[in-house]
């Protein structure tokens, strides 16, 4: 069992209700999408094989509670969950982001999926599998991705489904949609969702990888 891994390295938390905890994250190559606004094309092809239990172990060494596996699309390995499970075995809080067109219910209900759902502007809203919100646990969130007031107001009427059990999110595209547009939008129509930022992108610069 073998993943094709792009980068692993310890960060901040720069997203979801953990953001702003330090964690350890292990970066997938490859994804079965392409949004017009995607920040991680490095990852797509970039890559060195690791096995899984070697994956556990270089995330487990960097001592921190909070892991995170992203991509790419973490879900298209199918060692991916046999990885999240062993690191909830160890202790940890694990994450897995994922782009919303693969089947959630593969993770260990102990592990907290970040789905994005995708709008209209990411150019990949065909590609959402709309039973993942049928099938989220209890400690997993929702994410929107917005370009626009199109998204905005694709992602408003989406949520309504999710949004009284689930923690969702709402986070603008960089360059794209200022942030007060969309604050501004979300008081008015009282949206049950958090307004999101990448915190790293302000911490380091927004072309900064490894963090």
């Given amino acids: 069992m073998s993943l094709r891994v792009h980068e692993i390295f310890a960060s901040i938390q720069g997203e979801s209700s953990f953001a702003g905890w330090p964690c350890a994250f292990l970066r997938l190559s490859g994804c079965n999408l392409s949004c017009a606004w995607c920040d991680t094309r490095h990852a797509l092809e970039s890559y060195a094989e690791m096995s899984v239990a070697a994956a556990r172990e270089a995330l487990v060494a960097f001592g921190l509670p909070l892991v995170e596996l992203t991509g790419g699309e973490p879900l298209l390995a199918p060692e991916i969950p046999v990885l999240a499970a062993s690191l909830a075995d160890a202790g940890l809080t694990v994450l897995v982001e994922t782009n919303g067109s693969r089947d959630i219910s593969v993770l260990d209900p102990r592990v907290v999926a ?50 009284g059990s689930r923690t969702v999110h709402f986070s603008p595209v960089s360059g794209a949609l200022d942030a007060a547009d969309l604050a501004a939008w979300m008081v008015a129509d009282k949206v049950r969702a958090r307004l999101s930022l990448q915190l790293h992108k302000y911490i380091w610069s927004p072309d900064a990888r490894g963090v």
């Fill in 114 to 163: 970040v789905l994005d759902v995708k709008c209209p502007g990411s150019a990949m809203e065909q590609e959402n599998d709309y039973g993942n919100l049928d099938r989220l646990r209890p400690r997993d969130e929702v994410k929107f991705v917005l370009a626009g007031r199109e998204d905005y107001l694709f992602a408003r009427d989406v949520a309504r489904h999710v949004w």
